[in-house]
């Protein structure tokens, strides 16, 4: 197992459409096991292929939600959602039209890191995949979960979210980008050996 370099934006292969994963062998295992030790060194809630320079379509989560329903009530526990999805299709629901709450809606991303911007999301999603056994699986995400998942399959699009962000957001992402040298191919960082002002 290893940690691998996570690529920044600007690097083409987080800007390119992924492929779909055709077999699911030992070097596929290797690669999500590599996935996992990345995402938890970064550390983040999730990571997907284009992110490490793999084309394919699959990323990794882990996110603990606390299921309480309001603050206070101790009825509640924490359920822990960790696993790959390899090729996923993800039914969103409609987003709001009203404006990002930079408080609660602010997003971040390893391959644009230290920097978070509001955006809007899909408060629920229902995520459809294949896990490292070939077994297909359904969550049902709402709230920080239903995001992480929309961010993710974003990657495999070729999108980040910065790319979906209001225009005022987007211009202060363009500047951060040019400032550090970003937006052209090639950067990459590795949690672990190389410190983030976040
Ligand atoms: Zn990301």
Redo the contacts with the bound molecule.
């Keep these: 197992m290893a940690v691998l370099p996570i690529r920044i934006s600007g690097d083409p292969v987080l800007h390119t459409p992924a492929s779909p994963v055709v077999t699911i062998d030992d070097e596929l295992r290797a690669l999500v096991a590599d996935m996992f030790e990345t995402m938890d060194a970064a550390p ?1 809630v ?3 292929g284009p ?1 490490v320079g793999v084309p394919l379509r699959l990323f990794v989560f882990s996110y603990t939600e606390d299921t309480g329903e309001e603050e206070g009530d101790d009825t509640g526990s924490l359920r822990e959602y960790r696993g790959v999805a390899i090729n996923p299709e993800l039914y969103i629901s409609p987003t709001s039209v009203e404006p990002a709450d930079p408080d609660t809606e602010s ?6 890191p230290g920097e978070r911007f509001p955006l809007v999301r899909g408060e629920s999603a229902i995520l459809r995949a294949t896990d490292l056994d070939g077994r297909p699986y359904e969550i049902e995400a709402h709230g920080w979960l239903a995001r992480i998942f929309q ?2 399959f ?2 495999l699009d070729g999108l ?2 910065v790319d979906r962000v209001d225009p005022v957001y987007a211009k202060v992402a363009r500047k951060i980008e040019r400032k550090k040298g970003w937006g052209v191919p090639g950067n990459a960082w590795l949690p672990g050996v190389d410190e983030l002002d976040a």
């Design positions: 983040g999730g990571l997907a992110q997003e971040g991303c390893l391959s644009f961010h993710e974003d990657h980040l979210y």
